[in-house]
């Protein structure tokens, strides 16, 4: 059985979403800015929630769900990068956009200091914190079945999960990129990332695995 980790729905798989989302903001400070950063759909959503406002302002999508949720909502994406991780990501912003006033919407813990790292090479940014995210707590009668592989989304997912349950050595995990590999703990051995960068590419990698053990 493939368990799913993420509020997304899909079907062919069993969801069990590790994170509930709280908008902890009701205003956005669009002053002295010119482009929003967005790093997750959910901060897209928070946004729309907030002020329909943003979708007057160019768009930094990291992720191609992202990316899908700005336009889904009437946004525009001017720059959306290959590679979505940490120091990297940091870089290719600063590349094109040294120039830019960029507001960075964001949830309230991130797994790495983008506005530090800008400002220190000379790029303005302003943050605001627009939501939060808390682990969903599950009785042990949900503990993934034997032989399961466990589709992780985010770090968050991974935490989230090794607080309500423990990892079975029968157990695979299909992890959607390297950032969020990092989280895994030691006791998981079998570890596969998917192709590319999104839930359908984790689905893909899960059906694999289970059909090679077949």
Same mark, same amino acid.
């Given at each position: ?67 899908a $949720? !700005?336009?889904? /909502?009437?946004?525009? @994406? *001017? ?7 940490? &120091?990297?990501?940091?870089?290719d ?7 830019? $006033? !960029?507001?960075? /919407?964001?949830?309230r @813990? *991130?797994?790495f ?5 800008? &400002? ?31 589709i ?37 051995k079998?570890?596969y ?22």
């Amino acid at each position: 059985m493939i368990y799913l980790l993420s509020p997304a729905k899909r079907e062919g798989v069993f969801n069990l979403p590790m994170i509930e989302f709280k908008r902890v903001a009701d205003t956005i400070d669009f002053n002295g800015v010119d482009t929003l950063m967005f790093t997750s759909k959910q901060a897209v959503v928070s946004a729309n929630s907030i002020d329909k406002r943003w979708r007057e302002f160019d768009s930094v999508a990291i992720g191609g769900a992202t990316k899908a $949720k !700005i336009e889904e /909502l009437g946004g525009r @994406v *001017i720059f959306s990068p290959k590679n979505f991780y940490g &120091e990297s990501l940091a870089k290719d912003i600063l590349e094109r956009f040294r120039d830019r $006033k !960029i507001l960075y /919407l964001r949830p309230r @813990v *991130i797994s790495f200091d983008s506005k530090s790292f800008l &400002e220190k090479n000379g790029v303005y940014i302003k943050e605001q914190i627009i939501y939060e995210t808390s682990c969903k707590n599950y009785s042990k009668d949900f503990q993934p079945k034997k032989g399961a592989t466990i589709i992780f989304t985010s770090p968050s997912t991974i935490r989230c999960f090794f607080k309500n349950f423990k990892w079975d050595s029968s157990y695979s995990a299909v992890i959607i990129g390297k950032a969020t590999k990092k989280e895994l703990p030691d006791v998981v051995k079998r570890v596969y990332i998917a192709e590319k960068p999104l839930i359908d590419f984790c689905i893909k990698r899960a059906k694999e695995i289970e059909s090679e053990s077949v």
